[in-house]
């Protein structure tokens, strides 16, 4: 069955030209990029350094080397969590997170909190955004990272990054978000933002799976990051393991086309998911679930009254998309996140998430109201 996809923020399909761009190192190109006493590994090596250019010049970094590549924001988050964590753990022992985290985060810290350190996980208003002055004052001397999430993947809030960043740099901490929703989504400057670590995932941007990326910023000296796995010392130590030449071309290039084509994707998804939204709201009841002013573009997050996400999704077959994260879709427990911001287990039981993408057509959203509505008419029917 051909069913619309509006789960884009679980994850986004291969663009073509990223495929295009990918091939040569699944086939004839496949040296491996340390091995560059031959020309194998050098063409590799240059690949791989060229990717590196094209996501440091999506975020604004001064060095390529700043980017280090992994398996995925899953491994990134974990990297800089645990890795600062660990390293640093004789400056301090407290960490700053909020409590909309993406689950790798959460689960990394939960992890730390058996190993002595101690979490302030902030809450978060209605909309899912932090409290500066909160944040602000959960800042004490024992104080060595501060961990907060770009842009939600459930509600696309997006938070005050550059205030968190000027937080941060002024009581000497250092910053790590979590921006899988948000590179190549949202203009993200780590100069402008003064952010230490970012998390980048390639799936999440029309780019293979199973690759991400950490930004380090490697001028800021008091940044210590103790690896996950050893061995051959690639990426300069932080990541071991012969790297994944195909999929880090994908990312490169998945990040050189979002650079040239965000600002009108933007416009052209926000338009659309304003559409989707009002299209519904004309023949059937909804609520926006967060409606921050500052949220992507592609995210519509919302409660249908007096109706099973479930057996909306069951029923509306047309119509790809999902109840809460996909990572915690299997369970039953209610989404975090929507907990965080207030709303009762009823309500959150009545919400979906859906996700535009590069791919969504004006005709497909049409096609959506009405599958949507058909589906939520017969099932307040029942
Ligand atoms: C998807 C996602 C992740 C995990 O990324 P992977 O590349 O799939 O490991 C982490 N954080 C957020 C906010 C995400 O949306």
């Known amino acids: 069955m051909n069913q619309i996809y509006l789960d884009n923020h679980a994850t986004t399909q291969l663009d073509p030209r990223v495929l295009e761009a990918m091939l040569p190192y699944l086939k004839e190109k496949f040296g491996n990029a340390s091995s560059i006493d031959h020309n194998y590994g050098n063409e590799s090596a240059q690949a791989v350094k060229k990717a590196r250019e094209q996501i440091a010049s999506l975020i604004n970094a001064k060095d390529p080397e700043d980017i280090i590549f992994t398996s995925g924001a899953t491994e990134s988050d974990n990297l800089a969590i645990l890795g600062i964590a660990r390293a640093m ?21 939960h992890k730390l909190e058996t190993e002595g350190f101690e979490i302030t996980f902030l809450p978060v208003d209605r909309n899912g955004r932090i409290n500066l002055n909160e944040l602000k004052k959960s800042i004490k001397k024992e104080t060595i990272l501060i961990t907060i999430i770009a842009a939600n993947n459930e509600v696309g809030t997006i938070q005050e990054l550059k205030e968190i960043g000027e937080i941060a740099r002024i009581n000497n901490v250092i910053f790590h978000t979590d921006a899988a929703q948000a590179f190549g989504h949202i203009n993200l400057d780590v100069r402008d933002m003064k952010t230490d670590l970012i998390s980048i995932s390639s799936h999440k941007i029309y780019g293979p799976k199973g690759v991400g990326a950490l930004y380090v910023n490697q001028e800021n000296l008091s940044i210590k990051i103790e690896p996950l796995f050893y061995g051959g010392g690639q990426e300069m130590g932080y990541r071991s393991g ?37 299209g519904l709201k004309k023949e059937i009841e909804v609520e926006i679930n967060g409606e921050s002013p500052k949220r992507l573009a592609h995210n519509l997050n919302l409660y249908f009254p007096g109706i099973e996400a479930k057996a909306l999704i069951n029923e509306a077959k047309g119509v790809a998309m999902s109840a809460g994260s996909a990572c915690t879709s299997k369970e039953v427990k209610p989404s975090h996140v929507l907990t965080a911001m207030g709303f009762d287990n009823d309500r959150i039981h009545s919400s979906i998430r859906l996700g535009l993408g590069r791919f969504t057509t004006e005709e497909e959203i049409r096609l959506a109201i009405k599958e949507i509505v058909r589906a939520a008419i017969k099932l307040k029917s029942i």
């Open 242 to 278: 012969t790297l994944n030449t195909p999929g880090i071309v994908g990312l490169g290039k998945a990040a050189e086309i979002a650079k040239k084509e965000m600002i009108e994707t933007q416009k052209r998804l926000s338009n659309l998911r304003d559409k989707l939204c009002i």
């Open 89 to 109: 753990k004789k400056k301090g022992n407290h960490i700053i997170t909020t409590q909309i985290e993406h689950k790798a985060v959460l689960e990394s810290c």
